[in-house]
């Protein structure tokens, strides 16, 4: 079975540029995640959805991230403009369900701003 | 919210000995708390989770208990290997019983020397 994929694995950016990460979660998996793990710290949970539909978003800072999972499948997380201290690892997750089941994590995304 | 404290950040222990890493949660109603294990590189690997009605689980050469009452749970790794250095993160469900939004502790460091 294949596991979480993402893309790009590294990105370097200027602050004030916009970037984009894209995930595809498990095949079936109706529940994804998007994290953000700053250096030394745990992940931290940004958006989550299920299915096509918003879980939970109160700690994605909206006023320069958003998230789309466009049919259900596959989401990409985007930050416009970005900030000095948006450098962190973007990890995305999925689950079979909303609740209860395990949370496959991908590679995770390096994205660092200069 | 949940709270998730974690110790020790850094620990070291002699190939064959025994690691124990401990957590403290703030929501009683949280009842499920897995450990994760990210490699260097790698997204965070699920290597054993435990639901509030039971006290301990275990597989192969880990471990790990919960205390209700006291709020803490803790991960035992016995017999120790080189393989096993990483970083492990604890973490307990965000919105209480019944919800999966993972809030995670800092994580500890695991240096196995040979």
């Known amino acids: 079975e294949a596991g979480v994929a993402q893309s790009p694995r590294y990105k370097i950016i200027e602050k004030r540029q916009s970037v984009a990460f894209w995930c595809n979660p498990i095949s079936g998996h109706a529940t994804l995640y998007w994290y953000q793990q700053i250096l030394g710290q745990g992940p931290k949970l940004l958006i989550q959805?299920?299915?096509?539909?918003?879980?939970?978003d109160s700690q994605l800072p909206k006023d320069r991230f958003s998230a789309e999972r466009l049919k259900g499948v596959d989401s990409t997380l985007k930050i416009q403009p970005a900030k000095l201290e948006d450098s962190a690892v973007y990890l995305c997750?999925?689950?079979?369900?909303?609740?209860?089941?395990?949370?496959?994590f991908g590679p995770g995304t390096r994205l660092t701003v200069l | 919210g949940e709270n998730v404290e974690q110790h020790p950040s850094t620990l070291s222990v002699q190939e064959g000995d025994s690691a124990v890493i401990k957590c403290t949660y703030s929501?009683?109603?949280?009842?499920?708390f897995p450990w994760y294990k990210q490699e260097l590189g790698k997204g965070p690997q699920l290597i054993i989770d435990i639901r509030s009605n039971v006290g301990e689980k275990k597989d192969q050469r880990i471990a790990v208990t919960l205390n209700k009452t006291a709020k803490h749970f803790s991960l035992h790794i016995t017999e120790t290997q080189p393989e096993d250095s990483a970083v492990y993160f604890c973490a307990a469900p965000r919105g209480g019983a019944g919800s999966y939004q993972l809030t995670f502790g800092k994580g500890t460091k695991l240096s196995v020397i040979p």
């Open positions: 997750a999925s689950s079979g369900s909303g609740g209860g089941d395990t949370q496959y």
């Open positions: 959805f299920q299915n096509n539909g918003v879980v939970d």
């Open positions: 929501d009683s109603a949280s009842n499920y």
